[in-house]
């Protein structure tokens, strides 16, 4: 009896110590929760996937699927910079005009094949090849017009360019095609090949698996397999084993489809819809500045060459109040001081926010001789009244009714602006006519690379050029030459600089105002997804999947070490 009792002592005593023990390890370590691999994304998203194919990709709804399925020499990273992708490093020669790429060794393509320096060769020739349309191109085949290139060996391409060009860089995350499955095919054939079509074969993070076309969808669903020898899956595979993009032919479906919940996220979602998307699941909105901006273009005439005239037209706008105005804007903007938007490495922010004083404004004029000599609450000067057309398209409701806060504004401050709806089909023909003595108008830019040139160098005041205000400025000339000939790598820090200069000069001119750059806005619906950030710049839609990798739907638990919470 004692025997056994003992033995029960010695059992107890044993628990209470692994108890102990037990005790003791989790108080160092706690049971966490982390993103696992598996499942499945499906994304909404507007307009039909016309070609897989990264030489013809146009649309967001493009773009967004080639981001997916190639990879070029580079691709798009934070701020505008370009990031190593095909090719692991390169190297810029002293003068500018020589790039050299050395390629991964472990690069393949979705067939297995490995990427080559011959792919690269066969890729610039056929973005430069006229029996493909400049039409049908992407944007990034264009820089591609004015280069040589040559496979050093099967790892190292060298692309010439024939004078100094700093934003050719940005050019390189063109994705790359297989020279080994399209090198037989006609060129001019190539946009309606089943390549191009429904058969890509790239070397990007995931591959394409099926195109369903059910007569019952209201758009094919696109799915998207992780593709596992992708060369970045040593540093660590993307959580999701796919991706679907279930295509719809307009956005109102798009978002009545992420209402019901049928797609879990979907891009370009203004705040104003959210009640819309229902209760049942928290919604994860996500925002980040976008490139571009809108502004009103100034004729280079009287009596906007008075250089106080434009600056205390900039001082009258309340542009804040036009962003916040759920009617129009709905917080979807932030002001701007100039053309370069704030999250680009060339954004200079000791301009700070524009100004909205227009106290300040009338006596600016007042000083300059402005003043409303009739009573009317019209300034003139020398018989001219303060007084011009503001052109606006006139089927864009929202764009109207901006004018409309504009012209407010400025009367305010004793200037009458007389509203002046365009066509649609007109709107071209006033630009290159430079018909309009003030303009609202916005510019949607898809350039990672900053360069203003085409858009403010005197040399492009006139048609073709794309300077509609007629800006022409020694000083601002100079800068925009000289930011655009500087070595790409060397030089970057003078390229900043050299931006900084021409923003100040910008602001202190004002040859046109620029009133906003847009927001780019992704609503998420499921909380069960997670990993989503987007970066602090939007060029292209497609950038919102710069953190895919980190992108999950699937959780485990895991012991992991205690946190000081101290």
């Not at 146009?58 to 070029?72: H, K, N, P």
């Not at 934003?167 to 790359?176: Q, S, V």
Request: aromatic share 10%.
């Amino acid at each position: 009896m004692i025997r056994h009792l003992r033995w029960q002592i010695a059992l107890a005593l044993a628990g209470t110590l692994l108890i102990g023990l037990f005790i003791a390890l989790v108080s160092h370590r706690v049971l966490q929760t982390r993103p696992a691999q598996g499942g499945q994304y499906v994304e909404a998203v507007v307009g039909p996937p016309g070609t897989f194919n990264p030489l013809l990709a146009q649309t967001d709804a493009e773009v967004d699927s080639v981001r997916l399925l190639f990879s070029g020499l580079t691709r798009p990273g934070d701020r505008g910079l370009v990031e190593p992708d095909l090719a692991e490093r390169w190297a810029v020669s002293a003068d500018g005009r020589a790039y050299t790429f050395t390629l991964r060794a472990d690069a393949v393509w979705h067939d297995l094949e490995p990427v080559t320096a011959d792919d690269v060769v066969f890729t610039a020739r056929l973005a430069a090849d006229p029996a493909i349309p400049a039409t049908q191109k992407s944007r990034l085949c264009e820089p591609w017009q004015r280069v040589e290139v040559s496979a050093l060996d099967a790892r190292t391409v060298e692309i010439r360019l024939k004078e100094p060009y700093a934003p050719f860089l940005n050019a390189t995350a063109l994705g790359i095609l297989p020279a080994h499955v399209l090198a037989d095919a006609n060129p001019a054939d190539i946009p309606a090949d089943a390549f191009s079509s429904r058969a890509p074969i790239g070397s990007g993070p995931y591959r394409l698996e099926t195109i369903d076309r059910a007569a019952d969808a209201p758009g094919p669903a696109v799915r998207f397999a992780r593709f596992d020898r992708h060369w970045a899956a040593t540093e660590g595979q993307p959580y999701l084993d796919s991706i679907v993009f279930q295509h719809y032919p307009n956005r109102e479906l798009a978002l009545e489809a992420l209402g019901q919940r049928s797609a879990q996220g979907l891009g370009w979602v203004p705040t104003k819809v959210l009640s819309r998307l229902g209760s049942e699941t928290p919604i994860q909105f996500f925002s980040a500045i976008k490139t571009g901006y809108t502004l009103v273009y100034l004729s280079p005439v009287e009596p906007f060459t008075n250089k106080t005239v434009r600056q205390a037209l900039a001082m009258a706008l309340d542009r804040q109040r036009i962003i916040d105005d759920p009617a129009l804007l709905d917080g979807q903007a932030v002001p701007a001081a100039g053309p370069i938007a704030p999250g680009s490495w060339a954004y200079f922010a000791g301009l700070g926010t524009p100004i909205h004083d227009p106290e300040q404004a009338r006596r600016m004029l007042d000083e300059a001789g402005w003043i409303d000599s009739e009573g009317d609450g019209v300034r003139d000067r020398d018989g001219q009244p303060l007084s011009f057309g503001l052109s606006v398209k006139g089927d864009d409701p929202v764009m109207l009714a901006i004018a409309e806060r504009l012209r407010e504004d400025w009367q305010q401050i004793g200037v009458a602006a007389e509203i002046l709806p365009i066509g649609p089909s007109d709107l071209a023909s006033t630009l290159r006519n430079r018909s309009y003595s003030a303009l609202l108008f916005s510019w949607d830019l898809r350039d990672y690379d900053p360069d203003p040139y085409a858009l403010w160098h005197s040399s492009q005041a006139d048609f073709p050029g794309q300077n509609y205000a007629g800006f022409k400025n020694t000083d601002a000339d100079r800068i925009l030459v000289e930011a655009r000939q500087a070595h790409p790598v060397n030089d970057h820090e003078r390229r900043r600089q050299l931006y900084a200069e021409f923003q100040r000069i910008f602001a202190a001119e004002q040859p046109a105002l620029v009133l906003w750059h847009p927001v780019y806005n992704y609503a998420v619906v499921d909380d069960n997804v997670g990993g989503i950030q987007l970066p602090a710049l939007v060029v292209e839609p497609a950038d919102r999947f710069a953190t895919l990798p980190s992108w999950f739907v699937r959780v485990e638990r895991v012991f992991g070490e205690a946190s000081d919470r101290r």
